[in-house]
C-alpha cells in the first residue's frame, strides 16, 4: 500500500490564480481531511470528510473549496490564492470505526503564495 | 471551546533520561488523547491513544498517562536516544466517532549526546 499520497510536494503562485492539492489514499479508509500547518499554529483542521459525497467544515475553511466524489480522493481547492494561505497542507485518512482512529497521514504540499 | 494546550514548546534533555511532555485541555474531558511524532519536513505518525477510562498505555519505551482530575496527559520517552528528536503532538478527541481531531501545537524535543 502507498498510504496517503500527496501532490505537488511544493508548489508557487501568484495572489490570484487558482490550484488544486491532490490527496489519495488506497486503505479504503472512510474518513479523511486536510490541515495547514503554520509555525506556532500547529496543524488547524480545513476540511473534512465521513465518506464520498459528504464534507463539512473545520476550523478554518475560508478560501478553500472540497470534494469527495470517491472513496480515495479528497481534493483541497483554492480558489484565489492569497498570501495567507502559504503554509505546508496535510492530508489524512482514519478508517471509520476504528478504535484507535488512528490518522494515517500525507507528506505534505508546501505550498507559497507571492 | 475546547483547548488542547502543549506549554513547553521545545525541551532538551540528555541521552539516556527519561523526557516527560504535558498536554493540558480545558473544559470537559475528551474520550480520546492521541499522540503523535512529526520529523521536519514529514507529515505527523500516529503513536498512542489513551481513553478517558485508562489511566496509562505503554508501548515500548513510550508510556501516556491521562489524569481527568488534572485534565492533562503526560507523555513519557524512558533511556532516550538523539533519534526520539522530533516534535511531539498531542490531540484531543471529544467522543467515540470519527469526529475531527484538535491538535496542539506540539513541543519539539531535542535529546543530546
Same mark, same amino acid.
Given at each position: 500500500?502507498?498510504?496517503?499520497?500527496?501532490?505537488?510536494?511544493?508548489?508557487?503562485?501568484?495572489?490570484?490564480?487558482?490550484?488544486?492539492?491532490?490527496?489519495?489514499?488506497?486503505?479504503?479508509?472512510? %474518513?479523511?481531511s486536510w490541515y495547514r500547518?503554520?509555525?506556532?499554529?500547529?496543524?488547524r483542521l480545513i476540511h473534512y470528510?465521513?465518506?464520498?459525497?459528504?464534507?463539512d467544515q473545520g476550523e478554518v475553511p475560508?478560501?478553500y473549496?472540497v470534494?469527495?466524489?470517491?472513496?480515495?480522493?479528497?481534493?483541497?481547492?483554492?480558489?484565489?490564492?492569497?498570501?495567507?494561505?502559504?503554509?505546508? %497542507?496535510?492530508?489524512?485518512?482514519?478508517?471509520?470505526?476504528?478504535?484507535?482512529?488512528?490518522?494515517?497521514?500525507?507528506?505534505?504540499?508546501?505550498?507559497?503564495?507571492? | 471551546?475546547? @483547548?488542547?494546550?502543549?506549554?513547553?514548546? #521545545? +525541551?532538551?534533555?540528555?541521552?539516556?533520561?527519561? #523526557?516527560?511532555?504535558?498536554?493540558?485541555?480545558?473544559?470537559?474531558?475528551?474520550?480520546?488523547?492521541?499522540?503523535?511524532?512529526?520529523?521536519?519536513?514529514?507529515?505527523? /505518525? &500516529?503513536?498512542?491513544?489513551?481513553?478517558?477510562?485508562? $489511566?496509562? @498505555?505503554? @508501548?515500548?519505551? +513510550? $508510556? /501516556?498517562? &491521562?489524569?481527568?482530575?488534572?485534565?492533562?496527559?503526560?507523555?513519557?520517552?524512558?533511556?532516550?536516544?538523539?533519534?526520539?528528536? #522530533?516534535?511531539?503532538?498531542?490531540?484531543?478527541?471529544?467522543?467515540?466517532?470519527?469526529?475531527p +481531531?484538535v491538535?496542539? $501545537?506540539?513541543?519539539? +524535543?531535542? /535529546?543530546? #549526546?
Amino acid at each position: 500500500n502507498a498510504g496517503v499520497t500527496q501532490t505537488p510536494k511544493f508548489q508557487v503562485l501568484k495572489t490570484g490564480q487558482s490550484m488544486t492539492l491532490q490527496c489519495a489514499q488506497d486503505m479504503n479508509h472512510e %474518513y479523511m481531511s486536510w490541515y495547514r500547518q503554520d509555525p506556532g499554529m500547529g496543524l488547524r483542521l480545513i476540511h473534512y470528510s465521513v465518506g464520498a459525497g459528504i464534507t463539512d467544515q473545520g476550523e478554518v475553511p475560508n478560501g478553500y473549496n472540497v470534494s469527495r466524489s470517491t472513496t480515495e480522493d479528497f481534493p483541497l481547492r483554492l480558489l484565489s490564492a492569497a498570501p495567507s494561505q502559504t503554509s505546508v %497542507y496535510f492530508c489524512a485518512s482514519s478508517p471509520w470505526g476504528s478504535p484507535n482512529n488512528e490518522q494515517f497521514f500525507g507528506p505534505g504540499t508546501r505550498l507559497t503564495v507571492l | 471551546s475546547q @483547548k488542547i494546550e502543549q506549554n513547553s514548546e #521545545a +525541551l532538551n534533555i540528555q541521552e539516556g533520561k527519561t #523526557a516527560t511532555l504535558t498536554c493540558n485541555y480545558t473544559n470537559y474531558s475528551p474520550a480520546y488523547l492521541q499522540w503523535y511524532r512529526q520529523d521536519p519536513g514529514r507529515g505527523p /505518525v &500516529f503513536l498512542l491513544l489513551i481513553r478517558e477510562n485508562e $489511566k496509562e @498505555k505503554r @508501548k515500548e519505551r +513510550l $508510556k /501516556v498517562t &491521562f489524569d481527568t482530575t488534572l485534565k492533562q496527559s503526560l507523555f513519557h520517552i524512558t533511556a532516550s536516544q538523539p533519534a526520539d528528536s #522530533a516534535t511531539y503532538l498531542c490531540a484531543h478527541q471529544p467522543d467515540s466517532g470519527n469526529t475531527p +481531531l484538535v491538535f496542539g $501545537k506540539g513541543t519539539r +524535543l531535542s /535529546v543530546i #549526546a
